[in-house]
C-alpha cells in the first residue's frame, strides 16, 4: 500500500484547503482510512477517519464542525476538506490506512501510512 498526500500550503486564519490522499493499488476500497497530524515535539494527534464504504466518520473534536473527511472508491482517493482554519491547525498532515473496515482514532490501528504534507496557517 502506498500512500501519497497533497494539497497542503500557507492560508490565512479563517481560509481553507483541501487536503487528497491518493492509494495506489486497486484495493482502496477496502482499508478504513483516517488522517493524523503531528506539530514538533507533540504526539501523532487523530483528525478524522472513514470507514470503507464512506459511511461512517469520526472526528476529534477540536475539529468537528470544521473539517470533512471523505472518500471516492473510483478514484482511490481520501479527502479532508478544512474550513475556518485556525493557527492551532498548523502542522504535518498524513493519511493512513487500516485493514479494519471503520478504523478508530487509535493510530495503532493504521497498518499503513503515507508521507505528510505541511499545513500553516497565519493569523
Known amino acids: 500500500v502506498q500512500l501519497q498526500a497533497c494539497g497542503g500550503g500557507l492560508v490565512q486564519a479563517g481560509g481553507s484547503l483541501r487536503l487528497s490522499c491518493v492509494h495506489s493499488?486497486?484495493?482502496?476500497?477496502?482499508?478504513?482510512m483516517g488522517w493524523f497530524r503531528q506539530t514538533p515535539g507533540k504526539d501523532r494527534e487523530f483528525v478524522a477517519t472513514v470507514s470503507r464504504t464512506g459511511g461512517t466518520t469520526e472526528y476529534a473534536d477540536s475539529v468537528k464542525g470544521r473539517f470533512t473527511i471523505s472518500r471516492d472508491n473510483t478514484a482511490n482517493t481520501l479527502y479532508l476538506q478544512m474550513n475556518n482554519l485556525k493557527p492551532e491547525d498548523t502542522a504535518v498532515y498524513c493519511c493512513?490506512?487500516?485493514?479494519?473496515?471503520?478504523?478508530?482514532?487509535?493510530?495503532?490501528?493504521?497498518?499503513?501510512w503515507g508521507q505528510g504534507t505541511q499545513v500553516t496557517v497565519s493569523s
Open positions: 493499488g486497486r484495493t482502496f476500497s477496502q482499508y478504513g
Open positions: 493512513a490506512a487500516s485493514n479494519m473496515a471503520f478504523a478508530n482514532s487509535q493510530a495503532s490501528t493504521y497498518g499503513y
